[in-house]
């Protein structure tokens, strides 16, 4: 042992030399490194090159010194309170007069009211940036991409034909869960530049339908007043509703009935509209309803409730598809027969084809048939069980080619609505397809009136808060919902 530490003794003195050594050495090396590199400067310093760039940065800096004292010598000069009052009095003289003074005080006002006048109408208006919560997607990947903003841009002033609105409710469409996969967006983003001033196509606001309370007009607003509890739907491509405030054009804003709340109330506007529209296209009216057979396919669906209740008050003979379910829910709507699809799973998607087919077998031709939701039965197969081709239609949205369009087939299509949305600006005439001429006030209004009256029932099945509009998406896809499904911002 005693071996040992003797041995170790001796490896730490030597180790200790060996890093007395290298110290030195380092200390003489940096000292040296450092002579060298003063030497270095020295010799720079009094280089030829570099003596001239000192006398030309010593000759700038008594230029710039010169021009100082210069100037100084000018502002000095010219601010001398005798020398201003003697170039006063050369020029105006020294006999004033009341009427001398008068004059000019009036001058120095007049011109002073002008130059505020022309400041005030030049100035930069300064840009409020208010924030809101808002159901927004963000990416078009479905609904995985759709957020819960709080910060998204809230209006806060209206132009002449529009109407501010703080929103109460809107409803979840199904049409919002072909938004979220891209649904729309060439058409969008070119009529959003034209109709709303933005180039940008996301985020997108979810929501086709609101209800909610009137916080601002537009000068040229005649309908609506502010305070005026509404309700209003909007075309697929514009900006949604499913925020804390909406701005909007007053023609697609109607007064909504008082008679119902807010969260029962947005059940209507999208769907109603859409129902309208639909017997409008078959031309069943309230004076031919009673000569009609009429079926609609999953009668349930917030399309479907308010088809049941319109054809049930016009007097047509109703006959309605649902799960089980919903068949009470049809019975009460006035479905005068119920066709009670099978529950079908994965395993086999045929059971509901079969059980449709061999219900539909048993029953005469319709007159008029209405699907609100896909349907296992081709067009082609349900012409079978309709009297007239054409008057077989869908509410579903309508594939738009425009979606899959490349460069120079976006540029015509921009071109072609450019020039109907000029027309439209001069003449006040719209020409736009797609602009979904049935969602307008006229509409509401009529729907307004079946409320009113007790002809018209909302049929709400669930309402969520903005965070769950996730369970919303899921719940509106799902065939078992029944009515809508509604997200509430109160």
């Known amino acids: 042992m005693d071996e040992l530490f003797f041995r170790s003794s001796q490896k730490f003195d030597t180790l200790q030399i060996q890093l007395g050594l290298v110290a030195s050495q380092s200390k003489d090396f940096f000292h040296q490194y450092s002579e060298q590199s003063k030497a270095l400067i020295l010799q720079v310093w009094k280089s030829s090159k570099s003596i001239e760039v000192q006398e030309k940065l010593r000759d700038l800096f008594l230029y710039l010194v010169d021009i100082a004292e210069h100037i100084q010598y000018k502002v000095q000069f010219y601010a001398d309170p005798r020398r201003i009052y003697l170039g006063f009095v050369g020029v105006f003289g020294r006999c004033w007069t009341r009427r001398d003074i008068c004059f000019g005080l009036a001058g120095f006002f007049l011109g002073g009211m002008v130059g505020l006048a022309i400041g005030l ?55 919002d869960t072909y938004i979220c996969n891209g649904y729309g967006k060439t058409v969008r983003q ?13 985020p997108v606001t979810l929501g086709r ?26 075309p697929f491509w514009a900006q949604g509703t499913m925020s804390q405030s909406v701005r909007v054009q007053e023609i697609r804003v109607g007064r909504k009935p008082k008679n119902v709340g807010f969260e029962g109330a947005c059940s209507v506007p999208y769907a109603g509209c859409l129902a309208l529209s639909a017997l409008k296209k078959s031309n069943v009216t309230f004076e031919n309803a009673q000569e009609k057979r009429v079926l609609v396919h999953r009668g349930c669906t917030p399309i479907g409730c308010a088809l049941i209740q319109i054809l049930k008050h016009w007097g047509a003979d109703v006959t309605s598809t649902c799960n089980k379910r919903a068949t009470p829910v049809a019975k009460a709507l006035g479905s005068d027969n119920v066709i009670i699809l099978a529950d079908y799973d994965d395993n086999d998607p045929q059971i509901e084809y079969k059980t449709l087919i061999k219900e539909l077998e048993l029953r005469d031709r319709y007159d008029v048939i209405i699907l609100t939701a896909e349907c296992s039965i081709s067009k082609e197969e349900l012409q079978n069980f309709c009297k007239y081709k054409e008057n077989i239609l869908s509410t579903l949205p309508s594939e738009l080619d425009s979606d899959s369009f ?12 450019w020039f109907q949305w000029r027309i439209e600006v ?9 602009d979904e001429a049935h969602i307008c006030h006229s509409a509401l209004d009529q729907l307004a009136n079946l409320v009113k009256n007790g002809h018209l029932q909302t049929v709400v099945d669930k ?11 899921s719940h509106i896809e799902s065939p078992q919902s029944i009515g809508s499904t509604v997200i509430t911002f109160r």
């Open 190 to 202: 070119i009529l959003r530049r034209f109709y709303e001033g933005t180039k940008a196509d996301l």
């Open 463 to 473: 309402v969520f808060q903005p965070q769950d509009i996730d369970m919303a998406l």
């Open 426 to 434: 001069y003449t006040g005439v719209s020409f736009n397809k797609y």
């Open 209 to 234: 339908d609101c209800t909610g309370i009137v916080t601002d007009i537009g000068r040229n607003v005649s309908r609506i007043e502010v305070g005026d509890e509404v309700w209003l739907s909007v």
């Open 406 to 417: 490349g460069f120079f087939r976006k540029y015509f299509l921009w071109l072609y609505l």
């Open 121 to 175: 109408a030049i100035r930069k208006e300064i840009s409020i940036t208010r924030y809101m919560q808002a159901v927004q997607c963000k990416f078009y990947l479905g609904s995985e991409a759709v957020v819960v903003a709080e910060d998204a841009l809230a209006p806060y002033e209206c132009d002449e034909n529009e109407v501010l609105i703080d929103v109460k409710a809107a409803s979840v469409q199904v049409v």
